[in-house]
């Protein structure tokens, strides 16, 4: 979840907008993505359980 606007990346879903494809996993995201809504980066987003 992003700790700036809360958005939440889901790992089942990715983001194919983004590049990112169904079942990334977190880790594998890029380092230099960014938040689709807000464009924090990696950083500052935090895990949480859903």
């Known amino acids: 979840m ?3 606007c809360g958005f939440i990346y889901d790992e089942a879903a990715g983001l194919p907008t983004e590049g990112i494809a169904p079942g990334t996993r977190w880790e594998d995201v ?3 993505w960014t938040c689709p809504e807000c464009e924090a ?4 987003f935090e895990m949480i359980e859903i």
């Open 41 to 44: 980066r990696k950083e500052d």
């Open 2 to 4: 992003c700790l700036i």
């Open 30 to 32: 890029p380092p230099n």
